[in-house]
């Protein structure tokens, strides 16, 4: 588990006195016999699925929506196989790493491999023997302590999440032996979502962050000025048709918006006057309690 920083302004002796309550609250959690098989199906989820899947999406920066078709088939293969009670010791384990359709630079640990083929009456005297790794041992407690029925319930779940999300990679979608047209289309998506991701991050920000009594407009406006176009843009590379189009449409905003903002200023003046009475309040009860 990672430290966390202290937050800028909090005194510290009290982020001392918060982090003891969460310490707390964490062993308090642990001590709970439901709390701890959750945490096991997370690891086994975490280990035998997600993470293989983030590799094999994420390990060639070249990939397209085409070439993850692989991924997608393995995927629904192996989903569908854990989904029905099979194979689920490459669930467990680990052993889709490095083989999910894609060349890859990763491969399964020898201890996962030995630990998936330990029979079940062999687990308990290997958990015991004084020179088991940490990482074998690690996979046999997974096997002994994750429950079956609440996985395969989970699984099913992510199966039917995946045939819905994915579905243009399954038979009859748009992906699943494309056209050649849709083929060249495909290729040339972009292989992330950094782009939509920093913009989200960016919008966040400015509704979290900055003055909480800027317009949507405004907020939008700098989203838009860093991942679209300049004001340069329209100014040089436009004709005078579209910018006087764009002027227009700024000249009818206008007196909207003033009135919007002379509403929000009479707002915020009049929260600022009833937080300036409360203060007062309570340094006038302060005072009394302290004479008393």
Not at 254 to 274: N, T, V
Request: with cysteine; net charge positive; hydrophobic share 45%.
């Amino acid at each position: 588990m990672r430290p966390s920083n202290r937050v800028v302004g909090v005194r510290p002796e009290a982020w001392a006195k918060m982090a003891k309550v969460l310490l707390l609250a964490a062993e308090q959690l642990l001590e709970k016999d439901g709390f701890r098989k959750q945490l096991w199906l997370i690891a086994v989820l975490s280990d035998g699925l997600f993470q293989p899947l983030m590799i094999a999406i994420n390990e060639d920066p070249t990939k397209n929506m085409l070439s993850m078709s692989p991924v997608a088939e393995r995927l629904h293969a192996s989903l569908k196989q854990w989904a029905a009670g099979e194979n689920l010791p490459a669930l467990i384990h680990g052993l889709n790493l490095g083989n999910m359709g894609v060349e890859s630079e990763f491969g399964v640990d020898p201890s996962d491999i030995i630990a998936g083929a330990a029979d079940d009456e062999k687990v308990a005297s290997m958990l015991k023997a004084p020179d088991i790794s940490r990482r074998m041992k690690w996979n046999l407690l997974k096997r002994t302590n994750v429950s079956i029925p609440a996985l395969q319930y989970l699984l099913n779940r992510i199966l039917a999440a995946f045939e819905n999300f994915w579905e243009e990679y399954l038979p009859g979608g748009e992906l699943y032996k494309p056209s050649k047209e849709v083929a060249a289309l495909a290729s040339i998506a972009p292989n992330n979502n950094d782009g939509s991701e920093r913009g989200c991050s960016q919008y966040k920000f400015l509704t979290t962050f900055v003055a909480v009594n800027m317009l949507t407009a405004n907020k939008e406006a700098r989203v838009i000025a860093k991942q679209n176009k300049s004001i340069e843009w329209l100014i040089r590379n436009q004709p005078l048709a579209i910018r006087k189009k764009c002027v227009d449409v700024c000249r009818i905003s206008a007196p909207g918006y003033r009135k919007l903002q002379k509403s929000r200023k009479i707002r915020d003046d009049e929260i600022k006057r009833l937080r300036a009475i409360e203060q007062q309040r309570l340094q006038l009860f302060k005072g009394t309690v302290a004479c008393l």
